[in-house]
């Protein structure tokens, strides 16, 4: 029993869940104060983001390093080594330090 509200304020219910449900992608901050114009998309759920280390990632609870599977918090602490399947998750999922342009390809 208790219940659990995370840092941003926003409090955990085991029923009747709604938030990041697959239907709703805003951010907590977004359902408090409202989305942004257009054109200035919100990247998390902190805005602005914190900026990204060069060549790292941002997964959540801090940053990770790629080439040393090493994931800091965002004061730059020791967290955690990351294992295969976290490896794995962040460089498929999270975001990243730099942009990267992606080319349409028609479909044939």
Do not use: M
């Amino acid at each position: 029993q208790g219940k659990y509200t995370f840092a941003d304020g926003l409090e955990y219910k085991d029923k009747k869940w709604h938030y990041c449900d697959g239907y709703d992608r805003r951010f907590y901050t977004e359902i408090c104060s409202g989305l942004k114009p257009p054109g200035i998309s919100q990247l998390t759920n902190l805005d602005p983001p914190k900026k990204i280390p060069e060549g790292c990632y941002d997964c959540g609870d801090g940053f990770y390093n790629p080439e040393t599977r090493v994931i800091v918090d965002y004061k730059l602490r020791f967290l955690r080594n990351a294992d295969d399947d976290e490896h794995e998750w962040i460089i498929r999922t999270c975001r990243k330090a730099w942009d990267e342009t992606i080319e349409h390809k028609p479909k044939a």
